[in-house]
């Protein structure tokens, strides 16, 4: 998939309609997840516009309207708001990062670091 810079990085509301699909099942956010995730870097496309929210939706077999509505739920919001504030205290600060136990590793070019600390645990 090709790299693109989106056209805005509003992402608050892309992000809790994945909060949703996960409500739906596993498959569901991973298949919404993807389209967004290609629709934002892939294509450049505004994660602010309700419509690619849209989109992304129906490409993960959901119902489009019912995932704009489940984005603006209050109980998604708080949850969207939640997991926010308990990534900040723990010190993320961008994407990709993965932490697993005490060690946090950001970015792909460090996915390596993270292997080698997951080969030593096992």
Sequence with gaps: ????????????????????AK????????RYFHAAYAAVWGRG?????????????REAGLSPEECLRGAD????RQAYERENREAQARGVFGVPIFIVDDQMC????????LEEYLQSQA
């Design 1 to 20: 998939m090709p790299f693109t810079t989106p056209n805005g990085l509003d992402t608050a509301r892309l992000n809790r309609g994945a909060l949703w």
């Design 23 to 30: 409500t739906q099942s596993q498959d569901a956010e991973r």
């Design 45 to 57: 496309d505004d994660p602010a516009d309700a419509e690619l929210l849209r989109a992304a939706a």
């Design 73 to 76: 739920a209050e109980p998604i």
């Design 106 to 113: 950001w970015g792909n070019d460090r996915l390596m670091f």
